[in-house]
């Protein structure tokens, strides 16, 4: 993913875009200004504002869009004439869908009174559900006599891709053409890539006049009388046509039953802090949002709107964060990411054999190769991160049978490791961009500007990323589990040398005693970035780095250079591209300090770790809707002051979601042991701001825990509340 930043020329009326810097996201407003609403169900996501409508203009966001692609660029509603007032707007807590509370403004004829505001209320409700947007608009007369109202629906369909409505510009477009037939309005795409796809907008009743731009209905209400519309938006995708819809109740009672389904599984915690209970309640029905069932397995498409769709390292991250709540993410993970592992070497794409897809997208654009996404491959760290995330899931589940299925993906994408990740055999992984067009940054940090030198100048390629011979490692050590459970103990032997041959060797190129941490990367000359970043946190959480080491970088991520109050930002302070309002250079992200806690844990830094989890508790209660977003600007905390939003930031965004989740377990110390039938909780610690946990249905391979933690003073009980099964509970304190 990348929003990268171009310099605007000052002797310039317009922002012209630098050729090299494609996949730039133009900001003319910020997403947060507009406070959007978002639902999602598989392939299909709305943005809406408070009202519910869909407001077209220069860079607006609004719409309704399915694979990619928005099939409704406009959505606005008038009575007689007029917006209404907003009263109230809000989703559901479940994201079961949104509603929103209008009314009537003053409407004075000839300097008369003709019908007082607030006298028609409009409760308007809607859900996404199988790739068609659902709406109910209620309408009520409070006013003691008959009123005779007109309501206007105005619509349209602009089919743009969602590069397009990221500022792409195309040279040419598909065909649209556009029927009326009885209730129902058609727009119909015929796409450059050969692909039909249609908008199919029906009204029930039917509305007075209708047209390819809007509806009109004239009501006639009696005091206290009330009345409804529905609208259905379909996303048709091919040539076959769909039947007609089903009753908006109908599909309302299904989408609920789904919701439900989905999130049983799942483990739940509940706090004694109320905000943090509101903060975890958003996060978890996020999470279900962004989950799509493919014939895989569920899978966590990254955020809403810029990345709904599969992306690999996002995919594995929030998977990781999440795997002690709900495994089967992990599981649905592990067998998309195998099914779409490359499989031969295709430059354009970025791909090698064995590598782990970075992006997948199925838009005009991606399918015409104007951009590289269709399947791409270009992230240095999918790859190791799924070896990765399969150990971890084989450790928290004991499903050997799924890993052992696994198995020849694990050896593929460790295969590439050694030989195409490691291209000149220095014994570290680098990445250089293979194609004309993919992303010239392939770690988390993926734009144009993120890996630099001290001096500010850009790093050259090949780039070895300092977190990714963490995550080599990691995936290393994690493989020799694998490969000793499948009953292959002298590859796990070789493998387990491999990881302490990294690790030394590690050592010596990364450490930088005059920064007092490691390198950001080195370049293409072996040349270190002597860059103090967030990076080597996230080398803690792989585990590549010694206790003594592991102190001296928390200590300095927890400085004035680089703690905010609210988190942790992605460069200190002092570094010569640091800008709080970047996107890679100064920013704090949600997911980095997650897993920059779960490293303060793996090495008992406790006290950091309280420190990161109650700035970022304290950030999201300013949230709207206590939502943590993508990414937030990297200012020093002030007081009586919420953090700064970045502009364009995904919100929801899967490995944010997921964030507090894994600074919860980070606190807890809590490590599953299926193998063992254990649940450990190593030095638990609870911050001051809670007092009591409750986590309920853990599972630990058969068995499910309901466990209490209470706080006292600097201690932590653990107690067990209800077993089912023969699982056991160690505190290691």
Not at 68 to 82: A, F, H, K, M
Not at 588 to 605: E, I, K, M, T
Not at 629 to 648: M, S
Request: overall charge neutral; proline content about 5%.
């Amino acid at each position: 993913m990348s929003k990268e930043t171009v310099p605007r020329d000052p002797h310039k009326s317009t922002q012209v875009l630098a050729p090299a810097v494609q996949f730039y996201i133009p900001v003319m407003s910020s997403i947060l200004e507009r406070r959007p609403r978002t639902l999602k169900h598989g392939d299909t996501f709305g943005v809406f504002d408070h009202y519910g409508n869909v407001v077209p203009g220069e860079g607006s966001p609004e719409g309704i869009y399915h694979k990619d692609t928005r099939y409704l660029s406009d959505l606005r509603i008038l009575i007689n004439g007029r917006r209404p007032l907003l009263l109230s707007s809000t989703v559901a807590d479940n994201n079961a869908g949104l509603t929103a509370d209008l009314t009537n403004p003053d409407f004075i004829v000839r300097g008369r009174l003709d019908l007082p505001r607030d006298t028609i209320h409009i409760a308007r409700s809607k859900f996404l559900w199988e790739a068609a947007c659902y709406e109910r608009f209620g309408i009520r007369n409070f006013s003691p006599e008959p009123q005779l109202i007109e309501v206007a629906i105005h619509f349209g369909a602009d089919f743009a891709d969602i590069f397009e409505v990221r500022g792409h510009e195309r040279k040419r477009r598909g065909e649209t053409r556009t029927s009326v037939s009885g209730s129902d309005v058609v727009y119909d795409y015929e796409g450059l890539d050969g692909i039909r796809r249609r908008s199919i907008i029906h009204f029930d009743p039917k509305p007075e006049y209708l047209d390819v731009e809007g509806a009109l209905f004239r009501l006639e209400l009696a005091s206290g009388s009330r009345c409804s519309l529905f609208l259905t938006i379909s996303c048709e995708e091919g040539t076959k046509i769909k039947v007609q819809p089903q009753s908006f109740f109908v599909c309302l009672r299904h989408a609920r039953r789904a919701l439900r389904s989905s999130t049983a599984r799942a483990a739940s915690v509940e706090t004694s802090n109320e905000i943090l209970n509101e903060v975890l309640c958003r996060a978890m029905a996020d999470m279900y949002m962004l989950l799509t069932d493919t014939e895989h397995g569920a899978l966590p498409y990254a955020g809403i709107p810029w990345f709904s769709t599969a992306f690999g390292r996002d995919a594995i991250i929030t998977a990781i964060e999440m795997l002690w709540i709900d495994p089967a993410i992990a599981k649905g993970a592990l067998q998309f990411l195998a099914a779409t592992q490359a499989k031969e070497a295709r430059p354009e794409a970025d791909a090698d054999p064995g590598k782990i897809l970075h992006e997948a997208r199925s838009g005009e654009m991606a399918r015409l190769g104007e951009v590289p996404f269709a399947l791409y491959y270009g992230s240095v760290d999918s790859t190791p991160l799924f070896v990765m995330l399969a150990g971890l899931y084989l450790e928290c589940t004991g499903d050997i049978q799924t890993i052992a299925g696994l198995w020849p993906n694990i050896q593929s994408a460790l295969a590439w490791i050694d030989a195409y990740g490691d291209r000149d055999g220095d014994g570290f992984v680098e990445y250089a961009r293979e194609g004309k067009t993919g992303l010239v940054n392939q770690g988390w940090k993926d734009s144009v500007d993120a890996i630099f030198h001290a001096n500010g100048t850009y790093a050259d390629g090949p780039i070895a990323l300092c977190e990714v011979q963490g995550y080599v490692f990691a995936a290393k050590r994690h493989a020799a589990r694998i490969a000793d459970a499948l009953g292959h103990p002298e590859y796990a032997t070789v493998l387990d040398q491999q990881a302490e041959q990294l690790r030394a060797r590690f050592e010596t190129a990364f450490w930088c005693e005059e920064i007092g941490t490691y390198a950001l990367a080195l370049d293409g000359r072996k040349r270190p970035c002597k860059v103090r970043s967030s990076n080597a946190g996230q080398l803690l959480f792989s585990g590549i780095v010694s206790p003594a080491r592991a102190t001296m970088v928390a200590d300095q991520l927890l400085g004035r250079d680089f703690f905010t109050g609210w988190g942790i930002r992605t460069i200190a302070t002092s570094e010569a591209r640091f800008n709080p309002m970047s996107y890679h250079n100064g920013s704090v992200w949600p997911h980095d300090n997650a897993l920059v806690g779960l490293g303060f844990a793996r090495y008992g830094l406790k006290h950091h770790l309280e420190r990161l989890f109650t700035g970022l508790f304290d950030a999201a209660a300013y949230m709207d809707l206590r939502r943590l977003p993508e990414l937030f600007c990297g200012f020093r905390r002030a007081r009586g002051k919420g953090p700064t939003f970045y502009p364009v930031a995904c919100s929801p965004q899967a490995w944010s979601c997921a964030a507090p989740f894994a600074l919860m377990q980070a606190c807890f110390g809590l490590e599953i042991d299926s193998s063992a039938e254990c649940l450990r909780f190593r030095q638990p610690r609870l911050p001051s701001f809670l007092n009591e946990v409750t986590l309920r249905s853990i599972a630990v391979g058969a068995s499910r825990l309901d466990i209490l933690l209470r706080r006292s003073g600097a201690d932590v009980s653990v107690n067990v509340l209800h077993r089912v099964g023969s699982a056991q509970v160690a505190v290691t304190l």
